[in-house]
Nanobody
């Protein structure tokens, strides 16, 4: 069983930055594909970014590309999401997710059903 614990959320002004962390336990991080999803009120949970076991990254569309960076430190069993130039539309609960699958494919890596483990979420609010 894998446990995921997110931290780093909070209230930030537009244009500000936050770094989210996801601490994983129960399984060696290097054997997991990791991702960050977010869910705004009244909306479905959507992929923000994913990072392969190899370290390769994938971002969902153009809404966060160039502003957000996903990374992993396998030695620390931690995944990060650096968020810069934050906008009010980035306001959401951000979730860390992990998948056991060994082979990367966009058919599963971009949807919630592709992930086996979830954290409890951390609130990010972008407001002046």
């Amino acid at each position: 069983q894998v446990q995921l614990v997110e931290s780093g959320g909070g209230l930030v002004q537009p244009g500000g930055s936050l770094r989210l962390s996801c601490a994983a336990s129960g399984r060696t991080l290097s054997t997991l594909t990791m991702a960050w999803f977010r869910q705004a009120p009244g909306q479905e949970r959507e992929l923000v970014a994913a990072i392969k076991r190899s370290g390769g990254t994938s971002y969902n569309g153009n809404s966060v590309k160039g502003r957000f960076t996903v990374s992993r430190d396998n030695a620390k069993s931690t995944v990060y999401l650096q968020m810069n130039s934050l906008k009010p539309e980035d306001t959401a609960v951000y979730y860390c997710a992990a998948a056991r699958r060994k082979t990367w494919d966009s058919s599963w890596s971009t949807v919630t059903e592709g992930y086996d483990y979830w954290g409890q979420g951390t609130q990010v609010t972008v407001s002046s």
